[in-house]
């Protein structure tokens, strides 16, 4: 009995003991609810309060480029990163790790989407380190509590990649069991561009703001013209519903406009062609080109290209807006400016061309009226015209520039644009120390024929631009429309930099003088001459400045004007760095010649297109190295109508040498290194020279091409 009376009293202790604690517990818990709902209920409502009155940023979609025909160049793509829960309750309920279905999933990611993208190319050591195997492997053979919750299998894929990766093996066995599966995706926009490296750098590209998670523009158009393209950021805030709090969005965003460019894909392509074409074969450091539209100020295309440490040439630093000195291309630029002020009235007057302010005329001295003085780019005769209205108070000089319009910005839309930097001819330097009359007035000669200035090509162009189209002074540009997200499209209207930058008498002349340089007999850029569009511009020659001096190992060769000549429609402008045994005539002069003809050919000019037709009639041209080959070639081919074309020989005996037979390029470069003045009458292959081949020559005497198709 007493056993028993021991056994109950154990029991009721142990009882009275879990009773207490309880009763303790319920204490505290209503002690805590106390503090919490009375004491402490200001700082939790604050809390609450803080909580539910946070507003979220929304970001808007950034707005598309698009060329001047709507092609897409820079758009948004939605694109998932699909990862796996390795933490998942449906992968941790496993009793045992189906490995040979693992092995079988890893097969399927490195066939399909590998580590690494050359994962088939490399050592087989390699291969085992970054297989799919190795890695599942090592994470599943981990303590469930440290898997990665967020083993990223693909990234920067489409949903239909979503698909095929659910259907793999492992994954395809679990993903019937609920709704909520180890396998999700994180949805992200990327930028792409359709058209890849085309125009890459006046099109830009975009980065992401690692801090703000926010995309902008940090280059191109994609920078320029981020505030547009970007568009306005929504707002969200939170509320709290009976299953919790969610996000309520009270101000949705506002889509970026999407913006219609001015480039034309084909003359894009086409100009990229022919500037990377011209600088492969001057073995040239970097090429810009511009392609414009004269009535409108369009910029149709635009191309910069650099030879890269792998010898291939590649879209790079956007010179087009760089500041250059730009040479003897400045000389029609003063001439207008001549014409305008009265110091000559017509292209007949002349000028003394002997030597002047440390310059001479490489053509001869002499007098020489305006025509002559641009067709052969006299230094001294340009100097000596701007001296008429200028030698007196040099620093008029940079207010007349000033009063063009010559260093506002332009605002093209092109990232990086600079403005024109001539240095103006005052009488004290920043420290108040006298400049001599005679410095001032060496620069200002200089500042005539193109050196001590620098002006980015583009802003060169826009001046050619403005002669070709009367005086009238058209503001170039890369953007032709904004589109809304409702689809509301605004045409930008044409501006104008200057209503008129020159009387359009003025422009005429200053044409006239222009025509000479590619069809005078004395022209520096007769190369450049086609008979089916006449195109007319200036060369421009000039050393590029390395630590600080000249380089006379290196130069920039400048082209710059416009065709038709009777009717100009475009202006384009090229300029080429490369060795000093080029020229413009040969390299930036052949960009704007090829672009005229190809633009001809194909009807771009308001003319009938001669493409096909030039196409179907053409005879084949066939290359061998010797004769044998050649007739062969020709043979096997099926060829009867066939143009031999000679390659060229160097001179050997110091007499004519013989060029009938080579393209038109070749024969040029041959004779010039000889030492012959050369000319040309029509166009395409040499048929006859009015030299006879051997025959003794002067240096500097004059030999005629005749050419045909």
């Keep these: 009995m007493s056993a028993k009376k021991n056994n109950k009293a154990h029991i009721l202790f142990r009882y009275g003991l879990i009773t207490i604690v309880f009763i303790m517990f319920g204490v505290a818990v209503l002690i805590m609810l106390f503090k919490t709902t009375v004491i402490d209920a200001p700082q939790w409502n604050a809390r609450a309060r803080a909580e539910l009155s946070r507003i979220d940023t929304i970001a808007p979609e950034r707005g598309n480029i698009l060329a001047d025909n709507g092609n897409i160049m820079a758009c948004n793509l939605k694109v998932y990163d699909i990862k796996i829960d390795l933490r998942h309750d449906k992968i941790l309920q496993m009793k045992v ?132 393209l970007y568009g306005h950021p929504g707002l969200a805030k939170k509320v709290a519903l009976t299953n919790g709090i969610t996000n309520w969005v009270t101000t949705p965003p506002r889509r970026g406009f999407d913006i219609r460019t001015t480039i034309d894909i084909d ?19 970097w090429g810009t080109a511009i392609l414009m539209e004269v009535a409108t100020g369009e910029i149709k295309a635009i191309s910069n290209i650099e030879l890269l440490n792998d010898g291939t040439y590649g879209e790079a630093l956007n010179r087009a807006v760089l500041p250059y000195e730009p040479g003897s291309v400045m000389k029609p630029i003063s001439l207008m400016i001549a014409f305008e002020d009265g110091l000559v009235k017509s292209v007949y007057d002349v000028v003394d061309c002997s030597p002047f302010m440390k310059t001479s005329d490489p053509h001869g001295s002499g007098m020489k009226n305006m025509k002559q003085v641009i067709e052969q780019s006299s230094n001294p005769g340009i100097a000596r015209v701007i001296f008429r209205g200028y030698a007196q108070d040099p620093e008029k000089w940079h207010d007349r520039l000033k009063g063009l319009g010559f260093f506002e910005p332009i605002h093209s839309g092109i990232a990086g644009e600079s403005t024109p930097r001539i240095r103006r001819l005052v009488p004290k330097d920043k420290n108040g120390n006298n400049i001599t009359m005679t410095a001032r007035h060496l620069d200002l000669a200089r500042q005539a024929y193109g050196y001590n200035t620098e002006l ?69 850029a007769r190369m450049v001459r086609d008979d089916r569009v006449k195109v007319v511009g200036k060369t421009g020659t000039a050393y590029p400045v390395e630590k600080g001096v000249y380089n006379t190992a290196k130069r920039r060769y400048a082209f710059a004007g416009f065709f ?71 043979k096997v081919l099926g060829l009867d109508k066939l143009k031999s074309i000679r390659s060229p020989k160097e001179v050997t005996n110091g007499g004519v040498p013989e060029v009938i037979g080579y393209d038109v390029t070749s024969a040029v470069r041959t004779l010039e290194k000889a030492g012959l003045n050369v000319r040309t009458k029509g166009a395409g292959y040499v048929i006859a020279q009015s030299r006879p081949a051997g025959s003794v020559f002067k240096r500097g005497d004059d030999i005629t091409l005749t050419l045909r198709n």
């Design 267 to 285: 003359l894009q392509d086409m100009l990229e062609e022919e500037l990377h074409k011209i600088c492969a074969d001057a073995h040239a450091e």
């Design 97 to 228: 790790i189906p490995w040979s279905s693992i092995d079988s999933l890893a097969d399927s990611l490195d066939r399909y989407y590998p580590r690494i993208p050359n994962l088939l190319t490399m050592h087989r050591d390699t291969i085992a380190k970054y297989t799919w195997h190795k890695r599942l492997k090592k994470e599943f053979e981990k303590p469930d509590s440290v898997r990665l919750r967020a083993l990223r299998l693909a990234q920067k894929k489409t949903l239909e990649d979503f698909e095929r990766i659910r259907n793999f093996p492992f994954l395809k066995n679990i993903k019937g069991r609920g709704s909520r599966l180890p396998l999700y995706k994180e949805e992200r926009n990327v930028r792409i561009y359709p058209f890849g490296k085309m125009a890459y750098r006046s099109v830009g590209r975009v980065n992401e703001n690692h801090e703000t998670g926010q995309i902008h523009g940090y280059s191109g158009l994609e920078k320029d013209l981020d505030s547009l």
């Design 564 to 634: 038709p000549y009777d009717n100009p429609q475009y202006s384009c402008m090229a300029l080429v760095m490369s060795g000093a045994g080029n020229s413009a005539n040969r390299t930036s002069g052949q960009v704007v010649k090829n672009m005229a003809v190809k633009m001809y050919s194909r009807g771009m000019l308001h003319n009938a297109s001669t493409f096909t037709a030039e196409r179907k009639e053409s005879t084949p041209v066939l290359a061998a190295s010797n004769e044998p080959s050649f007739s062969k070639l020709a």
């Design 456 to 524: 980015p090509p583009l802003f060169t162009l826009s001046v050619y631009n403005a002669i070709a189209n009367n005086g009238r002074y058209v503001r170039p540009h890369l953007v032709k429309s904004l589109i809304d997200e409702d689809g509301r499209d605004s045409v930008l209207k044409i501006d104008y930099i200057r209503d008129s930058i020159c009387s359009a008498a003025t422009a005429r002349k200053v044409r006239e003088c222009m025509h000479e340089v590619v069809w005078g007999e004395h022209g520096t």
